[in-house]
Protein backbone atom coordinates (compact mmCIF):
# COMPACT_ATOMS: atom_id res chain seq x y z
CA UNK A 1 0.00 0.00 0.00
CA UNK A 2 2.69 2.30 1.29
CA UNK A 3 4.34 1.74 -2.36
CA UNK A 4 1.46 2.38 -4.37
CA UNK A 5 0.57 5.42 -2.35
CA UNK A 6 4.50 6.52 -3.00
CA UNK A 7 4.22 5.68 -6.73
CA UNK A 8 0.90 7.49 -7.03
CA UNK A 9 2.64 10.37 -5.34
CA UNK A 10 5.60 10.32 -7.40
CA UNK A 11 3.31 10.13 -10.82
CA UNK A 12 2.03 12.86 -9.28
CA UNK A 13 5.17 15.25 -8.71
CA UNK A 14 6.20 14.24 -11.93
CA UNK A 15 2.56 15.13 -13.42
CA UNK A 16 3.26 18.78 -12.01
CA UNK A 17 6.92 19.45 -12.79
CA UNK A 18 5.39 18.48 -16.42
CA UNK A 19 2.26 20.64 -15.81
CA UNK A 20 4.48 23.44 -15.03
CA UNK A 21 6.66 22.74 -17.49
CA UNK A 22 3.87 23.30 -20.65
CA UNK A 23 2.91 26.05 -18.58
CA UNK A 24 6.59 27.58 -19.12
CA UNK A 25 6.81 26.46 -22.54
CA UNK A 26 3.41 28.26 -23.58
CA UNK A 27 4.41 31.13 -21.34
CA UNK A 28 7.61 31.68 -23.54
CA UNK A 29 5.79 30.84 -26.92
CA UNK A 30 3.19 33.40 -26.03
CA UNK A 31 6.34 36.16 -25.21
CA UNK A 32 8.28 35.47 -28.47
CA UNK A 33 4.96 35.83 -30.48
CA UNK A 34 3.92 38.59 -28.75
CA UNK A 35 7.36 40.33 -29.45
CA UNK A 36 7.35 39.17 -33.32
CA UNK A 37 4.21 40.59 -33.73
CA UNK A 38 5.43 43.84 -32.07
CA UNK A 39 7.24 44.90 -34.92
CA UNK A 40 5.51 46.37 -38.07
CA UNK A 41 7.56 44.48 -40.55
CA UNK A 42 8.53 47.37 -43.90
CA UNK A 43 8.87 45.18 -46.77
CA UNK A 44 11.06 47.57 -49.37
CA UNK A 45 11.50 46.12 -52.84
CA UNK A 46 14.15 47.63 -55.33
CA UNK A 47 15.47 47.05 -58.61
CA UNK A 48 18.78 47.62 -57.15
CA UNK A 49 21.69 44.96 -56.75
CA UNK A 50 22.69 44.38 -53.10
CA UNK A 51 25.85 46.37 -53.22
CA UNK A 52 27.26 49.93 -52.78
CA UNK A 53 24.67 51.97 -55.13
CA UNK A 54 24.19 55.54 -53.80
CA UNK A 55 20.42 54.50 -53.54
CA UNK A 56 21.03 51.22 -51.48
CA UNK A 57 23.56 52.83 -49.24
CA UNK A 58 20.23 55.50 -48.72
CA UNK A 59 17.78 52.06 -47.93
CA UNK A 60 20.38 50.74 -46.11
CA UNK A 61 20.84 54.17 -44.19
CA UNK A 62 17.08 54.27 -43.89
CA UNK A 63 16.59 50.68 -42.16
CA UNK A 64 19.16 51.21 -39.80
CA UNK A 65 18.01 55.13 -38.65
CA UNK A 66 14.56 53.20 -38.67
CA UNK A 67 15.11 50.51 -36.45
CA UNK A 68 17.22 51.99 -34.13
CA UNK A 69 14.99 55.12 -33.65
CA UNK A 70 11.52 52.79 -33.14
CA UNK A 71 13.61 50.70 -31.06
CA UNK A 72 12.24 47.59 -32.40
CA UNK A 73 8.74 48.51 -33.38
CA UNK A 74 9.55 49.10 -36.56
CA UNK A 75 11.17 46.35 -38.79
CA UNK A 76 12.75 47.17 -42.26
CA UNK A 77 13.34 43.87 -44.67
CA UNK A 78 15.10 45.22 -47.87
CA UNK A 79 14.62 42.68 -51.04
CA UNK A 80 16.71 44.13 -53.62
CA UNK A 81 17.34 42.86 -57.77
CA UNK A 82 13.39 42.91 -57.74
CA UNK A 83 12.97 39.69 -55.91
CA UNK A 84 9.70 40.66 -54.79
CA UNK A 85 8.82 40.97 -58.10
CA UNK A 86 8.47 43.03 -61.60
CA UNK A 87 8.41 47.19 -60.82
CA UNK A 88 4.73 48.01 -62.16
CA UNK A 89 3.47 44.64 -59.80
CA UNK A 90 5.64 46.23 -56.53
CA UNK A 91 4.14 49.52 -57.37
CA UNK A 92 0.65 48.25 -57.54
CA UNK A 93 0.99 45.73 -54.05
CA UNK A 94 2.42 49.27 -52.53
CA UNK A 95 -0.71 51.00 -53.85
CA UNK A 96 -2.94 47.83 -52.63
CA UNK A 97 -1.65 47.15 -49.60
CA UNK A 98 0.71 44.16 -50.38
CA UNK A 99 3.57 45.27 -50.15
CA UNK A 100 4.81 48.13 -47.84
CA UNK A 101 7.45 49.71 -49.82
CA UNK A 102 8.55 50.34 -52.94
CA UNK A 103 11.06 52.34 -54.93
CA UNK A 104 11.26 53.42 -58.96
CA UNK A 105 11.79 55.33 -61.65
CA UNK A 106 9.16 58.36 -62.46
CA UNK A 107 9.10 56.66 -66.08
CA UNK A 108 7.52 53.35 -64.48
CA UNK A 109 5.30 55.28 -62.19
CA UNK A 110 3.38 57.65 -65.32
CA UNK A 111 0.90 54.67 -65.78
CA UNK A 112 -0.25 55.63 -62.31
CA UNK A 113 0.39 58.97 -62.56
CA UNK A 114 1.00 60.53 -66.36
CA UNK A 115 2.34 64.21 -65.33
CA UNK A 116 5.63 62.29 -63.64
CA UNK A 117 6.45 61.74 -66.40
CA UNK A 118 7.66 65.41 -66.40
CA UNK A 119 10.49 64.24 -64.57
CA UNK A 120 11.55 62.18 -67.48
CA UNK A 121 11.71 65.14 -69.98
CA UNK A 122 15.52 65.56 -71.75
CA UNK A 123 18.02 68.32 -70.30
CA UNK A 124 15.82 69.23 -67.53
CA UNK A 125 18.54 69.95 -65.87
CA UNK A 126 21.93 69.82 -66.96
CA UNK A 127 24.27 69.61 -63.80
CA UNK A 128 24.35 68.80 -60.30
CA UNK A 129 23.47 72.18 -58.55
CA UNK A 130 20.36 72.48 -60.64
CA UNK A 131 19.63 68.87 -59.21
CA UNK A 132 19.92 70.19 -56.03
CA UNK A 133 18.05 73.00 -56.76
CA UNK A 134 14.83 70.96 -58.17
CA UNK A 135 14.67 68.03 -55.82
CA UNK A 136 14.74 70.93 -53.05
CA UNK A 137 12.13 73.00 -54.30
CA UNK A 138 8.42 73.98 -53.67
CA UNK A 139 7.33 72.93 -57.19
CA UNK A 140 8.89 69.16 -57.15
CA UNK A 141 6.94 68.36 -53.82
CA UNK A 142 3.99 70.06 -54.84
CA UNK A 143 4.09 67.44 -57.78
CA UNK A 144 4.93 64.50 -55.37
CA UNK A 145 1.83 65.53 -53.56
CA UNK A 146 -0.38 65.98 -56.84
CA UNK A 147 0.81 62.19 -57.49
CA UNK A 148 -0.05 61.07 -54.03
CA UNK A 149 -3.45 62.69 -54.12
CA UNK A 150 -4.16 60.44 -57.71
CA UNK A 151 -3.27 57.59 -56.97
CA UNK A 152 -3.42 57.17 -52.80
CA UNK A 153 -0.06 56.06 -53.08
CA UNK A 154 2.20 57.94 -50.96
CA UNK A 155 5.63 59.03 -51.76
CA UNK A 156 7.73 59.31 -48.83
CA UNK A 157 11.13 60.87 -51.14
CA UNK A 158 13.52 60.98 -53.91
CA UNK A 159 16.36 59.39 -54.37
CA UNK A 160 18.54 60.92 -56.98
CA UNK A 161 20.85 58.12 -58.99
CA UNK A 162 22.84 60.19 -61.50
CA UNK A 163 22.91 61.58 -65.22
CA UNK A 164 21.35 58.77 -67.81
CA UNK A 165 24.36 57.96 -70.81
CA UNK A 166 23.99 55.88 -73.68
CA UNK A 167 26.40 52.96 -73.82
CA UNK A 168 26.16 50.33 -76.70
CA UNK A 169 28.12 47.72 -78.56
CA UNK A 170 28.14 49.00 -82.12
CA UNK A 171 30.45 52.28 -81.64
CA UNK A 172 30.87 55.20 -79.59
CA UNK A 173 29.05 58.45 -79.73
CA UNK A 174 30.64 61.28 -80.32
CA UNK A 175 28.07 62.94 -82.53
CA UNK A 176 24.30 62.56 -82.85
CA UNK A 177 24.87 60.70 -86.27
CA UNK A 178 26.29 57.86 -84.26
CA UNK A 179 23.24 57.38 -82.73
CA UNK A 180 21.21 56.50 -86.06
CA UNK A 181 19.76 53.30 -86.23
CA UNK A 182 21.31 52.18 -83.09
CA UNK A 183 18.83 49.76 -81.26
CA UNK A 184 17.98 51.19 -77.41
CA UNK A 185 16.59 49.38 -74.88
CA UNK A 186 14.60 52.04 -73.23
CA UNK A 187 12.14 52.41 -69.56
CA UNK A 188 8.33 52.28 -71.19
CA UNK A 189 8.18 56.16 -70.98
CA UNK A 190 5.99 58.34 -74.13
CA UNK A 191 8.86 60.48 -73.10
CA UNK A 192 12.06 58.82 -73.37
CA UNK A 193 10.80 56.63 -76.63
CA UNK A 194 9.91 60.02 -78.05
CA UNK A 195 13.32 61.48 -77.13
CA UNK A 196 15.58 59.28 -78.62
CA UNK A 197 13.52 58.82 -81.99
CA UNK A 198 13.97 62.37 -81.83
CA UNK A 199 17.89 61.75 -81.78
CA UNK A 200 17.86 59.43 -84.28
CA UNK A 201 18.00 56.00 -82.24
CA UNK A 202 15.75 53.02 -82.47
CA UNK A 203 14.03 52.84 -78.98
CA UNK A 204 13.00 49.58 -77.66
CA UNK A 205 10.90 49.44 -74.23
CA UNK A 206 12.29 46.30 -72.41
CA UNK A 207 11.31 45.67 -69.02
CA UNK A 208 14.90 45.87 -66.70
CA UNK A 209 15.22 42.19 -65.49
CA UNK A 210 15.65 41.53 -69.41
CA UNK A 211 17.64 44.21 -70.35
CA UNK A 212 21.47 42.54 -69.78
CA UNK A 213 20.29 39.53 -71.58
CA UNK A 214 19.06 41.48 -74.10
CA UNK A 215 22.08 43.46 -75.38
CA UNK A 216 24.11 40.39 -74.71
CA UNK A 217 21.97 38.40 -77.57
CA UNK A 218 21.97 41.41 -80.00
CA UNK A 219 18.13 41.96 -79.52
CA UNK A 220 19.03 45.63 -78.79
CA UNK A 221 22.55 46.98 -79.57
CA UNK A 222 22.97 48.76 -76.08
CA UNK A 223 20.43 50.97 -73.22
CA UNK A 224 20.59 54.43 -71.46
CA UNK A 225 21.83 54.26 -67.78
CA UNK A 226 23.57 56.31 -64.47
CA UNK A 227 27.29 55.57 -64.52
CA UNK A 228 26.68 53.75 -61.56
CA UNK A 229 24.13 51.13 -62.60
CA UNK A 230 26.57 50.50 -65.64
CA UNK A 231 29.53 49.97 -63.14
CA UNK A 232 27.50 47.49 -60.75
CA UNK A 233 25.57 45.62 -63.40
CA UNK A 234 28.94 45.12 -65.10
CA UNK A 235 27.03 46.18 -68.37
CA UNK A 236 30.48 47.49 -69.97
CA UNK A 237 30.97 43.59 -70.90
CA UNK A 238 28.31 43.28 -73.21
CA UNK A 239 28.36 47.38 -73.89
CA UNK A 240 31.55 49.00 -74.11
CA UNK A 241 31.04 52.16 -75.76
CA UNK A 242 30.13 54.70 -72.85
CA UNK A 243 29.63 58.13 -73.83
CA UNK A 244 28.44 60.91 -71.66
CA UNK A 245 25.35 62.28 -73.45
CA UNK A 246 23.81 62.97 -69.77
CA UNK A 247 20.65 63.15 -71.68
CA UNK A 248 18.47 61.83 -68.56
CA UNK A 249 18.65 62.35 -64.91
CA UNK A 250 17.49 59.72 -63.30
CA UNK A 251 15.77 59.92 -59.64
CA UNK A 252 14.01 57.30 -57.76
CA UNK A 253 10.71 57.72 -56.19
CA UNK A 254 10.23 56.36 -52.96
CA UNK A 255 6.56 54.69 -52.48
CA UNK A 256 4.75 53.57 -49.36
CA UNK A 257 1.43 51.87 -48.58
CA UNK A 258 -0.58 55.20 -47.48
CA UNK A 259 -3.16 52.87 -44.93
CA UNK A 260 0.32 51.59 -43.43
CA UNK A 261 1.60 54.93 -42.91
CA UNK A 262 -1.30 56.22 -41.18
CA UNK A 263 -2.03 53.64 -39.12
CA UNK A 264 1.96 54.35 -37.81
CA UNK A 265 1.74 56.52 -34.97
CA UNK A 266 2.89 59.66 -34.88
CA UNK A 267 6.64 59.25 -33.59
CA UNK A 268 6.68 56.33 -35.54
CA UNK A 269 5.82 58.78 -39.10
CA UNK A 270 8.04 61.21 -37.92
CA UNK A 271 10.76 58.35 -37.51
CA UNK A 272 10.13 57.51 -40.88
CA UNK A 273 10.22 60.83 -42.84
CA UNK A 274 13.35 62.03 -40.70
CA UNK A 275 14.84 59.06 -41.82
CA UNK A 276 14.49 59.31 -45.05
CA UNK A 277 15.28 62.70 -45.18
CA UNK A 278 18.79 61.18 -43.96
CA UNK A 279 19.02 58.67 -46.39
CA UNK A 280 17.95 61.48 -48.77
CA UNK A 281 21.37 63.59 -48.21
CA UNK A 282 23.79 60.81 -48.01
CA UNK A 283 22.26 59.79 -51.23
CA UNK A 284 22.81 62.89 -52.89
CA UNK A 285 26.39 63.43 -51.78
CA UNK A 286 27.36 59.87 -52.86
CA UNK A 287 25.71 59.45 -56.06
CA UNK A 288 27.32 63.05 -57.21
CA UNK A 289 30.68 61.89 -56.08
CA UNK A 290 30.46 58.28 -57.26
CA UNK A 291 29.92 58.78 -61.06
CA UNK A 292 33.50 59.46 -61.59
CA UNK A 293 34.49 56.69 -59.76
CA UNK A 294 32.17 53.93 -61.21
CA UNK A 295 33.83 55.77 -64.40
CA UNK A 296 37.32 54.76 -64.03
CA UNK A 297 36.31 51.16 -62.53
CA UNK A 298 34.52 50.74 -65.70
CA UNK A 299 38.12 52.23 -67.72
CA UNK A 300 39.86 49.76 -65.92
CA UNK A 301 37.80 46.82 -66.53
CA UNK A 302 37.43 47.15 -70.63
CA UNK A 303 34.90 49.74 -70.50
CA UNK A 304 35.48 52.67 -73.20
CA UNK A 305 34.51 56.08 -72.24
CA UNK A 306 34.14 59.03 -74.28
CA UNK A 307 33.16 61.98 -73.23
CA UNK A 308 30.72 64.12 -75.64
CA UNK A 309 31.56 67.59 -76.26
CA UNK A 310 29.57 70.77 -75.28
CA UNK A 311 28.69 71.39 -78.63
CA UNK A 312 27.25 68.04 -79.34
CA UNK A 313 25.15 68.20 -76.19
CA UNK A 314 23.89 71.81 -77.57
CA UNK A 315 23.02 69.74 -80.76
CA UNK A 316 21.29 67.20 -78.95
CA UNK A 317 19.26 69.61 -76.96
CA UNK A 318 17.97 71.19 -79.92
CA UNK A 319 17.20 67.78 -81.36
CA UNK A 320 14.85 66.98 -78.80
CA UNK A 321 12.85 70.13 -78.58
CA UNK A 322 9.98 68.17 -80.26
CA UNK A 323 9.62 66.32 -77.40
CA UNK A 324 8.76 69.45 -75.28
CA UNK A 325 6.41 70.95 -77.62
CA UNK A 326 4.36 67.44 -77.95
CA UNK A 327 4.19 67.32 -73.92
CA UNK A 328 5.34 70.31 -72.34
CA UNK A 329 1.91 71.90 -72.55
CA UNK A 330 0.38 68.49 -70.55
CA UNK A 331 3.06 69.23 -67.82
CA UNK A 332 1.80 72.52 -67.41
CA UNK A 333 2.13 75.26 -65.41
CA UNK A 334 4.59 72.41 -63.56
CA UNK A 335 6.68 72.02 -66.13
CA UNK A 336 8.05 76.11 -65.76
CA UNK A 337 7.62 75.95 -62.18
CA UNK A 338 10.30 72.86 -62.07
CA UNK A 339 12.45 74.91 -64.62
CA UNK A 340 12.75 77.72 -62.51
CA UNK A 341 13.06 75.75 -59.21
CA UNK A 342 16.27 74.34 -61.37
CA UNK A 343 17.37 77.23 -62.59
CA UNK A 344 17.50 79.24 -59.17
CA UNK A 345 14.79 81.41 -60.24
Request: charge should be negative.
Amino acid sequence: MKGIRRTILTAGVNMSRMLKGWMLVSLLVCVFAFNASAAKIIRMGTPEPRGDTPAFIGMLLFEKLVEEKSNGSLEVQLFPSLQLGKIVEQIEGVRDGSQEMMMSTPAWFNRFFQKIDVLSLPYLVTDWKSVDRLIKSKPFKDLLDEAERETGIKIVGAFPSGFRNVLNSVRPVNSMSDLNGIKLRLQDSKVHLATFKALGANPIALPWAEVYLAVQTGVVDGLEIPMTAIDQGKFYEVAPYISTTRHFFATYLIYMNKEFYDDLTKTEQQIVDDSIRAAEMVDLLLAETSEGVSSQTIVSRGGKVNAVSDSEITAMQKAVQPVYEEFGKVFEPTLSQLQEAAAGK
